[in-house]
T-cell receptor, first 111, second 114 residues
Framework: EDQVTQSPEALRLQEGESSSLNCSYT??????LFWYRQDPGKGPEFLFT???AGEEKEKERLKATLTKKESFLHITAPKPEDSATYLC????????????FGKGTHLIIQP | GAGVSQSPSNKVTEKGKDVELRCDPI?????LYWYRQSLGQGLEFLIY????????KSGLPSDRFSAERTGGSVSTLTIQRTQQEDSAVYLC????????????FGPGTRLLVL
């Protein structure tokens, strides 16, 4: 069974304090790994797609990396507006078309 | 351009009633997905459309749930004889062609079954 585990469940940082969020996955043939940001009361907002081990993508203060077993979302010098729940999802191989999501990491950046 | 839109934003219904939730995907996107997000749970895949066809209905939790898509655009998710455990946020997403492409989500419909 495809499985995605995100850690930590919650993280509180001071503004400017860099850290990493982890997404471990077990999937039969990975076709893609996706990171989303979700603000309260809103739908997930797309951040990154990673397709193969060793791939990295960056956007502003965020950088996503991928290995064969996990992905990291690195947040450098975060600001309060980076506070949100960060979701990781995988698209398994074979005929499945729906994403399998982790439960997310709730990130709070304190000024 | 316009993103995925969903209506209504919120829906309160009584147990046993039927509800219809609507999704308007991004213009030109052929793939459309429905997910459910319950309190304390991750997003759960329900159904996938490619055009008007639904090749993957594997996530529908029971036969009370059904969905259709017309004209390769608007989709409706119908829940019959609602139960309290159906209370959740129902999210719709679309992608240009599906099959590994990025899915873009709408704001969701918050359903409360009393």
């Amino acid at each position: 069974e495809d499985q995605v585990t995100q850690s930590p469940e919650a993280l509180r940082l001071q503004e400017g304090e860099s850290s990493s969020l982890n997404c471990s996955y077990t999937v039969s043939g990975l076709r893609g790994l996706f990171w989303y940001r979700q603000d309260p009361g809103k739908g997930p907002e797309f951040l990154f797609t990673l397709y193969s081990a060793g791939e990295e993508k960056e956007k502003e203060r965020l950088k996503a990396t991928l290995t064969k077993k996990e992905s990291f979302l690195h947040i450098t010098a975060p600001k309060p507006e980076d506070s949100a729940t960060y979701l990781c999802a995988v698209l398994p191989g074979g005929g499945a078309d729906g994403l399998t999501f982790g439960k997310g990491t709730h990130l709070i950046i304190q000024p | 351009g316009a993103g995925v839109s969903q209506s209504p934003s919120n829906k309160v219904t009584e147990k046993g009633k039927d509800v219809e939730l609507r999704c308007d995907p991004i213009s030109g996107h052929t793939a459309l997905y429905w997910y459910r997000q319950s309190l304390g749970q991750g997003l759960e895949f329900l159904i996938y459309f490619q055009g008007n066809s639904a090749p993957d209905k594997s996530g529908l939790p029971s036969d009370r749930f059904s969905a259709e898509r017309t004209g390769g655009s608007v989709s409706t998710l119908t829940i019959q004889r609602t139960q309290q455990e159906d209370s959740a946020v129902y999210l719709c997403a679309s992608s240009p062609l599906g099959r590994g492409e990025t899915q873009y989500f709408g704001p969701g419909t918050r359903l409360l079954v009393l």
